[in-house]
């Protein structure tokens, strides 16, 4: 088994931050990319931030300049630090780790977190 497990969510002030942790745990060799996505009431899912292996980053626009992924591969673990909150941002945000169960063959297995409730109020 593979888990992703979230933490860090949470209430806060427009204007404010907040920090996310993602960590996967179980039987696996490695992880590839490891992303955030986030869901508002009312909306579809949407792209926040990825990661690769190597450090490579990419966000959405709305984010760009606010938001800072970033990874740990000896914690197994992804990050997303949210700066000057808007209350647009108010979602639920998932992680997303493309997990390598094994070399050979070579196997992967796309995982999400539980999702972790950010609240930004005015």
């Known amino acids: 088994q593979v888990q992703l497990v979230e933490s860090g969510g949470g209430f806060v002030q427009a204007g404010g931050s907040l920090g996310l942790s993602c960590t996967a745990s179980?039987?696996?060799?490695?992880?590839?990319?490891m992303a955030w996505y986030r869901q508002a009431p009312g909306k579809q899912r949407e792209f926040v931030a990825t990661?690769?292996?190597?450090?490579?980053?990419n966000y959405a626009d709305s984010v760009k300049g606010r938001f800072t992924i970033s990874r740990d591969n000896a914690k197994n673990t992804v990050y997303l630090q949210m700066n000057s909150l808007k209350p647009e941002d108010t979602a639920v945000y998932y992680c997303?780790?493309?997990?390598?169960?094994?070399?050979?063959?070579?196997?992967?297995?796309?995982?999400w977190g539980q999702g972790s409730q950010v609240t930004v109020s005015s």
């Open positions: 990661i690769t292996s190597a450090g490579t980053t």
């Open positions: 997303n780790a493309q997990v390598v169960l094994t070399r050979a063959p070579f196997r992967t297995y796309d995982r």
């Open positions: 179980g039987s696996f060799v490695g992880i590839n990319a």
